[in-house]
């Protein structure tokens, strides 16, 4: 049995250029690096889902399209099975996009509003396969109709659908090349709550229809715990804690962890428990601490915390923190 992972991420980063006016190029010096994402290592196992999460702006979204190579890594390699996809050439590419998806956030922005439903679901086919129309368009009904759409849709237009319909679209779009790996760049975050649980509950039925692995980005842990077989928990462009998603929510290590699940609302809870309150901002990617990037804002701080960036290390079986709460176990 091959256990080697599907997809391998192996210490990568994203630094972005921000353009810099002559005051501060020349006289001050400062180039205005955006560290997105820092020397971040993951795997994830075929058939499994990876939730990722954190704040907004903490570099989530910008990590699954370096994966997907829709953004260039400033260092580091991606591994899909055998191939290194930071390595590609267009033409390679190309080829391996079909198997590499992205559903993504905005169902909106992300869907041609001059395209029918059926342009925008067909395109793919038409740049990655040569099919006939009859099978394309058997391919098409048979897609809309896993995703909960009708074959009257096919006619209309973006405009025309409510939010989630849109999102079902842009799914639509996503596994009509039957990809092995998708991105689901946080795809429930601009929707109703009644409607997030609809996606949800599509994406679960889907994952095992077509037998898919998943990266699940989101903000909202307990969508993401829904979902997840292994959780990644992300800071300030690094991963602090990963595990799987059951020792996650019994035993969370690192206290930027502890935080967010503390942020679950819980009914028992209410005038019995005292929330753990994070004080000020994220920092600036732009500027980012010393020594441990939480520890600005982190209850348990020390000392050395200031200073020294912890390793991520495995605490127990698959359970690796980067904290110097645990770094003498």
Not at 126 to 143: A, C, G, P
Not at 207 to 215: A, M, R
Request: glycine share 6%; aromatic share 6%.
């Amino acid at each position: 049995m091959n256990n080697d992972p599907l997809l391998k991420v192996k210490n990568v980063s994203k630094h972005f250029q921000l353009k810099t006016g002559f005051i501060d190029k020349y006289l001050f010096k400062k180039q205005n690096i955006v560290q997105a994402v820092s020397n971040v290592s993951l795997h994830i196992q075929e058939g499994e889902t990876l939730g990722l999460i954190g704040e907004s702006g903490c570099g989530k979204s910008t990590l699954g399209r370096v994966i997907l190579r829709l953004h260039e890594p400033t260092q580091g390699k991606v591994y899909f099975g055998s191939k290194e996809v930071t390595a590609l050439n267009q033409l390679e590419l190309k080829k391996i996009k079909q198997k590499m998806q992205i559903i993504f956030q905005d169902p909106y922005a992300s869907l041609n509003p001059r395209k029918s439903v059926e342009d925008i679901i067909k395109l793919p086919l038409k740049i990655h396969e040569s099919l006939s129309k009859k099978k394309m368009d058997q391919r098409v009904t048979d897609i809309i109709a896993r995703v909960g759409l009708r074959p009257q849709h096919l006619k209309r237009y973006p405009h025309q659908f409510s939010g989630g319909q849109r999102q079902r679209i842009g799914i639509a779009r996503a596994l009509i090349l039957r990809p092995e790996f998708v991105v689901c760049d946080e795809p429930v975050s601009a929707l109703d709550v009644s409607i997030q649980a609809q996606i949800i509950q599509l994406m679960g039925k889907l994952k095992e229809d077509f037998s898919l692995t998943l990266l699940f980005i989101s903000h909202d842990i307990s969508v993401v715990a829904y979902l997840s077989d292994r959780i990644a928990v992300m800071y300030l462009g690094e991963l602090v804690e990963i595990c799987d998603t059951g020792e996650l929510l019994k035993n969370p290590l690192h206290p930027y962890t502890k935080v967010l699940l503390d942020s679950i609302p819980r009914v028992e809870q209410i005038g019995a428990h005292k929330r753990m309150i994070l004080k000020g901002d994220i920092p600036s990617p732009l500027a980012p601490p010393s020594g441990c990037k939480f520890h600005t804002r982190c209850p348990e701080a020390m000392e050395k915390c200031n200073m020294e960036v912890p390793v991520s290390r495995e605490y127990s079986a698959n359970h690796w923190v980067s904290c110097h709460l645990y770094q003498s176990n």
